[in-house]
């Protein structure tokens, strides 16, 4: 590798302050791309698509084997890959990587000591790395898993785990490793498996004795002494090739009175007598003849329960299929109508048979987007025959169950909203979003619903599941937030209906006409800031606990009035069975307001919501989107760039939005401001309830 790779670094640091240009329009953060860039070249630039050594947009174009959340590289995994060259120092610029996989290649030279402090799981095996494990690990308190087994890696542990107190899975195996086990080691108080096999390693394991292990592999080092005794309890224990004390027995070591299999807590084995107890043989220790009659039995035994569990289960899936109402082809209101002998007009049933029921749909695949256009080949349906339709709906389902059917959720016919959509018409389209299409619909007597069309092939739930979400979101009755009002499961699509209340949202206000921009005053800021709080306290507290997960101003409906409306509540179930294809196209802002630990773990909760709430009034203050590529790159996340400026009056002050001019008051501004940073703090229990976030914008004013 030698000049080449000095040269390139060269290069790359003497270019690196073009990476921060306001010029640079990537989506990827600068100094991720840096890392990248510096990463290729001292891997002696590998073949891999996408890669490069200057500049480039990671997340944005697709590399292999990287992965993102907003504009950050959180993983790394390239296996198997033909890897040569080595890590290079420039790892530690890497700002959010959670995942570093570069195991099975052929990479050589050092461990670096500088590595992100943001790593979680750390796999290097099967290379050449030479040398020692760096000290520097102490610094990766995030670290779960780390596996740099099969290496060529030499000298003593370093005492650097103290800090690593969530390290579950470690593996050294296979390296040159010498002298004792350090102490820090007894702070791993997570850990579960720790394989340390064939290395030259001595001294005694007391260390590990107390630590909650289920997986020990010490084999063919250099241990001595006795082996402690709780260590002989964990389950999977390989100690052979080792200088332990050959008769030393540890004292009163029997098996446990409880049973031996963790799911069947109620067989038991009888405690054995201590010439009964298990002895050593070359190493290894085998159970006496009775305690494997034991667990013969309670192997026999366990089989019989499950045996007697699958009986019953499939007796009771055939009782619910006899039970279970037909719904190929039809839909809810045919079904009901039918059944309790209300369509007894024989020219409607006739049209409704012939045009509905009778025909096939006609499926017409568009390949832009990978959604399905249904249109329902039927005759001409009147006002009367969907107004009859509804009566009919209404009445049936009174007959409905309240386990099968939402209580207070309307099932509309589907050529009821085809006609009221005109046929769900590009006229009728209120906006394309995440979960599907919206459309406008009238019913005669003028009364206005908008239909949400569940249209992504892969991401429509099972007809259980439908419901469940209807009943969820029927429950929510608020304000400010969209009314569901009914349903529709009919010919395998899955539709919600609102009350239709406005289709511009706060983001269309804030980000797309400047015209009307300039009517949102700083009182009228704060009056919608309120009304958006209302609805996520409602979510949080009045009902049985939501969090919406999708908060932002695109879900903020606003009237000429400056009523505010919530939607997309009771959604997010939905969205999370996306595939990475169908989210890869939407607009990247969608995700610049998550939380920062749902950036780390995905899981969303109430604190996950305020601090979408707080970026939402930075918005409102600043009049900036909460993610702006066309920005200089330290300006791009809102959140990042005003953070900081919050605290400060001068700055403060220059941060309003100038649509509003200079009406607002100094004081109004500032507590708006604290109340932004008490929700964006980076731990989520420092962040207030909406209650308080309430209460306090209420002050504001």
Request: charged letters at 20%; aromatic letters at 8%.
């Amino acid at each position: 590798m030698g000049l080449r790779v000095l040269f390139g670094v060269a290069l790359i640091l003497a270019l690196s302050r073009l990476l921060y240009m306001p010029t640079c329009r990537g989506y990827t953060y600068g100094p991720d791309v840096f890392a990248i860039n510096s990463l290729y070249i001292t891997l002696d630039f590998p073949p891999l698509p996408g890669w490069g050594a200057f500049g480039g947009d990671p997340c944005g174009e697709g590399w292999q084997g990287v992965e993102c959340v907003d504009s950050s590289i959180t993983a790394i995994v390239i296996n198997g890959a033909n890897l040569g060259g080595q890590l290079g120092n420039e790892l530690s610029y890497f700002s959010s990587l959670m995942t570093l996989d570069l195991s099975n290649n052929h990479i050589s030279g050092s461990i670096p000591g500088s590595l992100p402090v943001t790593l979680r799981r750390f796999f290097l095996s099967d290379n050449q790395f030479t040398g020692s494990i760096p000290d520097s690990l102490s610094n990766l308190t995030l670290l779960s898993d780390m596996s740099l087994n099969n290496n060529l890696l030499s000298a003593e542990l370093p005492d650097a785990f103290q800090a690593l107190t969530g390290l579950i899975s470690l593996d050294i195996s296979h390296n040159n490793l010498s002298d004792q086990l350090p102490p820090s080691m007894k702070s791993l108080s997570s850990l579960t498996t720790l394989h340390i096999q064939n290395n030259r390693i001595f001294g005694t394991l007391d260390v590990l004795q107390d630590l909650p292990l289920q997986d020990l592999n010490v084999e063919n080092n250099l241990f001595s002494g006795s082996i402690p005794p709780k260590l002989l309890n964990v389950p999977n224990f390989k100690k052979n090739g080792n200088l332990f004390d050959a008769n030393v027995i540890p004292p009163a070591i029997a098996p446990p009175t409880e049973s031996p299999f963790p799911h069947s807590p109620n067989f038991a084995v009888a405690p054995v007598p201590f010439s009964e107890a298990p002895t050593q043989s070359g190493g290894q220790f085998s159970r006496h003849s009775k305690i494997s009659t034991a667990e013969l039995v309670g192997y026999t035994c366990m089989m019989i329960v499950i045996l007697v569990i699958g009986i019953a289960t499939v007796k009771l899936c055939i009782s619910k299929c006899k039970t279970r109402e037909p719904k190929d082809g039809a839909t809810c209101k045919w079904l009901e109508a039918s059944r309790i002998g209300q369509l007894e007009d024989p020219q409607f049933i006739r049209s409704h048979k012939e045009g509905v029921l009778g025909k096939p749909i006609r499926r017409s695949e568009d390949n832009s987007n990978g959604q399905w256009n249904v249109s329902l080949p039927m005759p001409p349906v009147t006002r009367s025959d969907t107004e009859k339709l509804d009566i009919i709906s209404e009445k049936s389902l009174r007959t409905r169950t309240e386990t099968s059917t939402p209580n207070s959720a309307k099932c509309f016919h589907v050529a009821t909203l085809q006609q009221y959509t005109n046929s769900f018409s590009e006229d009728n389209l209120i906006q394309d979003g995440r979960f599907g299409r919206l459309y406008l619909a009238e019913l005669p007597r003028g009364k206005m619903l908008a239909v949400l069309k569940l249209e992504n092939r892969d991401s429509n739930p099972s007809e259980d599941n439908f419901l469940k979400i209807v009943e969820r979101i029927s429950r929510v009755r608020h304000p400010n937030i969209v009314d569901l009002v009914g349903y529709s499961d009919g010919y395998g699509q899955r539709l919600l209906v609102y009350n239709y209340f406005n289709c511009t949202t706060l983001y269309e206000v804030l980000h797309s006409d400047d015209s009307i921009k300039k009517k949102l005053s700083w009182k009228a800021r704060i009056k919608i800031a309120i009304g958006a709080a209302k609805a996520l306290e409602y979510l949080h507290d009045d009902c049985p606990p939501l969090v919406h997960q999708r908060f932002d101003s695109g879900n903020i409906l606003i009237n000429d009035d400056l009523e505010v409306r919530v939607s997309e509540c009771g959604l997010a179930s939905l969205l999370s069975s996306f595939p990475a294809t169908q989210l890869s196209g939407m607009e990247p802002a969608l995700f610049s307001y998550d939380a920062p630990e749902v950036s780390e773990s995905g899981s969303y909760s109430v604190q996950s919501d305020v601090y979408s709430f707080g970026i939402v009034m930075l918005e409102l203050l600043t009049g900036r989107k909460s993610f702006d590529s066309s920005l200089p790159w330290g300006e791009q996340h809102l959140v990042r760039w005003a953070s900081s400026q919050l605290y400060d009056m001068n700055t403060l002050t220059k941060m309003v939005d100038p649509s509003v001019g200079e009406q607002f008051a100094v004081k109004s501004i500032s507590r708006f401001a604290d109340i932004i940073s008490r929700c964006i703090q980076e731990v989520p229990e420092f962040r207030p309830p909406m209650s308080e976030v309430v209460q306090d914008l209420a002050s504001v004013i």
